[in-house]
């Protein structure tokens, strides 16, 4: 058994997938199954809610992202009050700020909080949206931190969803590398066999000597810190998962009768891998790509954190939790609020990663 | 078997080979200039060609390749930059410190991710099941960083039930233990579970049933007797994944350990040490492999190597 | 019954014993040491753990005076080019070594021999060419040219005096056992944990109260506290500003600050338009609040610099501080040709995590300039890489304007200022980075460098101060100031403005003391 390696395992097992029927139903089965299956309901609630954050992130950030405030620095989450001064309902906050002598002071006065606010002018999607239109602010001469605010008095909120642009385009831009690169390679790999095998699968080994985090952390080490670096070093790690991936579903399927078939009408390796072998090797890869993106997205934030990623003041999370370590016992929330942010996004795809392994998976049919 | 044994033997040696090469590259090419990081501030161009030549760091590339090579076979690892001892012994104070992480770590992983998996799967579909999937999910998705930090925060900060960190005592290993093993004990869970459906669907355990056996002795008995075989395998390959978690945990807890010596080496730019460092890992990673996979076919015997 | 009666009586024991024993002093520091090698040590936790083993010829006080210390006399050649030293007598090193001027000879040339390759080596290479020992008490110097600092130069502890003995009998495992003539020997290492040190009770001076010393590795801010909290440390080091509130609130703990000589400083390139304008360079200084930064990013522990050295240096004399003024900072820059339409950009350099609040000092000045007009990028990199990145010749330098700190460790102008002001120095060459070039200043550094008397010397220094205040070569910022927690119960600890810790006259309080 030449594909049977263990290492499979722990990435994601091979599936067996029957071949293409040529009498496809409207909506595959798969895909009723995986509406139907309420873990798949909570991740897609998950990742819709980040990516909206991060599509939208001015629009959903009361402030600039990195717009600092000194006398305001570390603050809790405010209180939101729900009556005003006379009584009238409504939400309201009052004025926090922090003396130099590290005092929360808390003000008198109550300001309301307000939806659909025209607030400080912003521009998104490199130019292609411009609005000063944000889904809150306060009335009033007052910062308003429904989370918090960081160290530089900086508003975590508009952090956060400004973080989630950051790690959705590292998780996807990952993900993307490791499909571009491994996904032919194992294609290759598995469908040729013989000393290109030998190379491809030796190099492969090479690089899954080095457990998860370990090689994009050698990446980085050896581009330097930065945003960029970053994707490309955790796309890089994701390759070999890749490549081991598709190489044992191409062993599984090369031999087949219709592989064969194919070949015997005189039909071109390309044309044979691309038409009939890649399609039926999908499943596992589309099973992966949503896992991928939650492995991504922590050694992302893990290389933030361990001060070889993000540079700030980028509002990246793994770096906004590293900074607001510092403040563990002065202000926990600091480093609270991104912790759980990572954990939700990476809960999110993990989830919808398990439930389309669910619904493609016809062994899971029982 | 032997034959098979052989070849896998032999593939580790271009495997080694490259590790090598990529350890050594990746020091080449890295942004920055040691012999100035050791200077500081107080650099004189004398002192930077003083310690250019005693590190070697004044000659071409293919150089210092073949030197490193012909080095690293003898046993020499090169010189620390920043303490100028040898890297050996560097790693030889600090890689007994990860180990004894790993291990604390697996046992937690094996005594809460085992049970877990298995009680879910004796009740499968019910909110028990729900739970404990739920929970290992969770666990594989929350940064280990994240969860050291709240640990510390709770427990030490505002407990006061265990030391803040640092090493010595048993009480130092116990919060670094249970965040590095958590996301462990969580794939276990689920690979327990899943195993252990497998086997409680076969034919023999239904007979087993059927011939009136207790519940409980057909599940310990047989059934997870049968299950563990692949969860042994998924334990020797999570060494694997416990020794990357360790690179973020030790940093976490300040543990004295082969990872927080890296990353401190890299924040410093002590080549000689993040070449050790991630050579010492990768390479007990590809042994643990070779011997996980070795150890497969000793226990299950439905498995026949050609 | 009796076994219990026992067992108890073991216990009552066990417990006055533990409560005999002796008390162990521990320190929680940034980070494990080094080295203890002092002639290769170039961090401020190698030198507090090897100030405590091994001495220096001369000392500088925690007063900022440069005292005898293992010398007894001194005296200088009517040309100032031969110092003449008289050890005392009778010290001998922790290993039975007798304190000799062969020793003295063997340790200072070890510092400058090339294969030592020390990073402090140029205190004395080229400044002292010839060592002669007549007898073994005196050691004669000899200088090429009279050279002003030279004693202050012998007080700083990489010229430490470590036994010649051990040096050639451990060869490379030196650095893991040190041994030096100080009131405290070398016990042991764990790497990556401590370093503990037991009392010389041979010491010549006084000797110390504490028994043994720890020195625990703590690099998190957070954690160091905790344990000076929680009474696992007895002195915690580098106490983080917003942590300082919740300590002072706790009345088991003493908060000291002490001015540290290290200074924090913008430099300009002025091999770059338009920094070489001093228009654009005082503009800069003057739209940059430093108040605000010393009291809301540094919680209030530093000092705005008002002079490019800090105070308890030899040579500082207040000069001035260009104040924070928005409307002139944009007049100079309208000056220079800036303005709205045209708005000066530029990329600030700075290091992560050397500095106390370094990233977040970056921040502040980026927005603090925005309130100007003035555009800031802001570029990070690892240690090693932004000294490379900021010491390269003048045709290659790229930075625009960078951050850096420096510590005058001699306690002397002349180190604080001719390394990074003359022209002489500039970059790799010496560490005028900033290429900055007067050549008025340049012959005052030079003759206050030979100059005999010190009231001359402070005049000198005081003229070249003003000349580099008006250039505005720099951003002056501020100086750091060394916050440690320090437990009630101990007393007698002294931080010097070197950041070292002064722990031979350290004692635990009695019951009746609390």
């Known amino acids: 058994m030449p594909g049977r390696s263990p290492k499979g395992l722990h990435v994601t097992e091979p599936i067996q997938t029957a071949p293409k029927a040529h009498d496809r139903p409207k909506t595959p089965r798969w895909q009723r199954r995986l509406f139907r299956s309420p873990l798949a309901l909570a991740g897609f609630v998950f990742i819709g809610f980040f990516v909206f954050a991060a599509a939208f992130a001015p629009f959903v950030s009361p402030y600039n992202p990195l717009q600092q405030n000194l006398r305001g620095i570390y603050v809790p989450p405010m209180r939101v009050e729900f009556r005003g001064p006379q009584g009238q309902p409504g939400l309201w906050v009052r004025e926090v700020t922090r003396s130099p002598l590290g005092q929360l002071e808390v003000g008198q006065q109550l300001y309301q909080i307000r939806f659909f606010v025209r607030g400080e002018p912003w521009v998104w999607w490199g130019g292609l949206l411009r609005s000063d239109l944000r889904l809150f602010g306060v009335d009033g001469p007052i910062r308003f931190h429904l989370l918090g605010s960081d160290e530089q008095g900086r508003d975590i909120l508009s952090r956060l969803a400004h973080g989630a642009w950051i790690s959705l385009s590292i998780g996807l831009i990952a993900v993307a590398i490791g499909l571009f690169v491994g996904v032919p390679v194992g294609l290759v790999s598995g469908y040729f066999g013989g000393s290109i095998d030998l190379v491809a699968q030796r190099v492969v080994d090479v690089m899954l000597s080095f457990p998860g985090i370990l090689l994009a952390i050698v990446l980085v080490a050896t581009m330097g810190t930065g945003l960029t670096n970053v994707m490309i070093a955790v796309g890089i790690a994701a390759i070999p998962v890749y490549a081991r991936l598709v190489r044992g579903s191409v062993l599984s399927l090369r031999d087949r009768e219709f592989v064969e078939a194919s070949r015997a009408l005189g039909n071109r390796n390309s044309r044979i891998m691309l038409k009939h072998i890649l399609p039926n090797a999908l499943s596992p890869i589309i099973v992966q790509s949503s896992l991928q993106m939650a492995v991504a997205i922590l050694f992302a934030a893990g290389l933030g954190f361990l001060g070889l990623g993000a540079r700030p003041p980028d509002p990246e999370w793994g770096l906004m939790l590293a900074r607001g370590r510092e403040y563990l016992a002065t202000a926990p929330h600091v480093a609270t609020f991104p912790g759980l942010a990572i954990m939700f996004v990476a809960l999110g795809f993990n989830l919808l990663g398990d439930a389309l392994r669910d619904a493609l998976d016809p062994r899971s049919l029982r | 078997m032997t034959t098979y044994i052989l070849r896998r033997l032999l593939i580790v040696i271009p495997t080694l080979l490259g590790v090598l090469l990529v350890v050594f590259l990746m020091v080449r090419l890295a942004p920055g200039d040691p012999a100035q990081l050791l200077a500081g501030e107080f650099a004189t161009p004398e002192t930077l060609a003083d310690i250019r030549e005693r590190f070697g760091l004044d000659h071409p590339w293919h150089v210092q390749l073949g030197v490193y090579l012909v080095n690293v076979v003898q046993g020499d690892l090169g010189e620390s930059v920043r303490t100028r001892r040898p890297v050996t012994y560097e790693l030889a104070n600090f890689f007994p410190n990860t180990v004894r992480l790993t291990l604390a770590a697996m046992l937690v992983a094996l005594l809460v991710g085992i049970p877990a998996g298995v009680i879910a799967a004796i009740r499968p579909g019910t909110a028990v099941d729900l739970l404990v999937m739920l929970g290992a999910l969770i666990g594989v998705s929350m940064p280990v960083f994240w969860f050291g930090l709240m640990a510390i925060l709770i427990f030490s900060v505002q407990l006061g039930w265990f030391p803040v960190a640092g090493a010595g005592t048993v009480w130092h290993l116990v919060l670094p233990a249970i965040a590095l093993g958590t996301s462990t004990a969580a794939i276990l869970a689920r690979m327990t579970r899943s195993a ?72 410093a730019r002590d080549y000689p040490v993040v070449q050790g460092a991630v050579l010492l890992i990768a390479v007990a990673f590809i042994l643990i492999n070779l011997v996980v996979d070795l150890l497969y076919g000793a226990i299950d015997p439905r498995i026949r190597y050609d | 019954m009796r076994l219990k009666l026992l067992a108890a009586l073991v216990m009552v024991l066990g417990l006055s014993v533990a409560l005999a024993q002796p008390r162990t002093l521990i320190v929680a520091q940034g980070t494990d040491p080094v080295t203890l090698d002092a002639h290769l040590a170039i961090d401020a936790p190698s030198f507090t753990v090897i100030y405590q083993v091994v001495e220096t010829l001369f000392t500088y006080t925690p007063e900022g005076r440069i005292e005898p210390n293992l010398v007894e006399r001194f005296s200088f050649s009517p040309d100032r080019r031969v110092l003449t030293l008289t050890l005392r007598r009778g010290i001998t090193f922790h290993d039975g070594t007798e304190l000799n001027s062969e020793a003295v000879r063997f340790n200072l040339e070890r510092l400058v021999a090339p294969e030592t390759a020390a990073t402090f080596a140029f205190l004395l290479r080229g400044r002292v060419t010839a060592i002669e020992t007549p007898d073994p008490l005196t050691v004669h110097l000899r200088m090429p040219e009279p050279f002003a600092p030279i004693l202050s130069h012998l007080a700083h502890g990489s010229t430490g005096i470590q036994s010649p003995t051990a040096i050639r009998r451990l060869g490379a495992a030196y650095r893991d056992n040190p041994v030096g003539t100080g009131p405290f020997r070398f016990d042991r290492w764990q790497k990556g944990q401590f370093v503990e040190l037991v009392r010389n009770d041979n010491y010549w001076g006084t000797r110390p109260a504490i028994e043994r010393l720890r020195f625990l590795a703590v690099p998190e801010g957070t954690t160091r506290m905790a344990l000076v909290e929680t009474g696992q440390a007895h002195v915690a080091v580098r106490v983080p500003p917003h942590d300082v509130p919740r300590l002072r609130a706790r009345p088991e703990l003493n908060v000291v600050t002490t001015p540290s000589v290290r200074t924090i400083y913008l430099f300009f390139n002025h091999s770059k338009k338009p920094f070489d304008d001093v228009r654009v360079r005082r503009a800069i200084n003057h739209a940059i609040n430093k108040e605000e930064i010393v009291n809301f990013v540094l919680g209030g522990f530093g ?62 000045i980026q927005s603090q300039l925005r309130a100007v007009g003035v555009q800031v990028e802001l570029q990070t990199m690892e240690w090693g890489a932004y000294l490379a990145f900021t010491n390269l010749p003048r045709e290659r330098s790229q930075f625009q304007v960078a951050m850096l700190g420096w510590g005058t460790v001699t306690g002397d102008a002349d180190y604080g200022l001719f390394p990074l002001f003359h022209t002489t120095q500039h970059a790799p060459r010496g560490s005028n980075r900033s290429f900055y070039s007067n050549p008025r200043l340049d012959r005052i550094l030079d003759q206050a460098r030979v100059a005999t008397n010190p009231q001359a010397r402070e005049q000198l220094y005081r003229s070249a101060m003003q000349i580099i205040f008006n250039d505005a070569p720099w951003v002056f910022l501020h100086s750091e100031q060394q916050v440690t927690a320090i437990r009630r119960e101990v007393q007698g600890v002294i931080v010097h403005p070197t950041e070292m810790l002064i722990l031979s006259g350290a004692s635990f309080r009695t019951g009746a003391e609390r």
Do not use: C
């Open chain 3, 303 to 364: 000092r705005v610099s008002d002079a490019p050295i800090s105070p308890g240096v030899f040579g500082y004399t207040a000069i001035g501080v260009h104040a924070f003024n928005p409307s002139l900072a944009r007049q100079l820059l309208a000056q220079a040709g800036f303005n709205a339409q045209n708005p000066l950009r530029f990329t600030l350099s700075f290091p992560t995590g050397r500095y106390l609040q370094d990233v977040r000092i970056a921040e502040t």
């Open chain 2, 196 to 267: 252990m459906l497998e086997v409680l669907s076969q034919d023999y355990i239904r007979t087993a049933r059927a011939k009136g056996l207790a519940g409980r002795v057909v599940v310990f008995k047989h059934a997870l007797r049968n299950a563990l075989i692949p969860v042994v395998t998924i334990t020797g390959l999570q060494f694997g994944g416990l020794l990357e978690g360790a690179v973020i945990t030790e940093t976490v807890f300040a543990w004295p350990g082969i990872g927080r010596l890296l990353v401190d080496s890299i924040l």
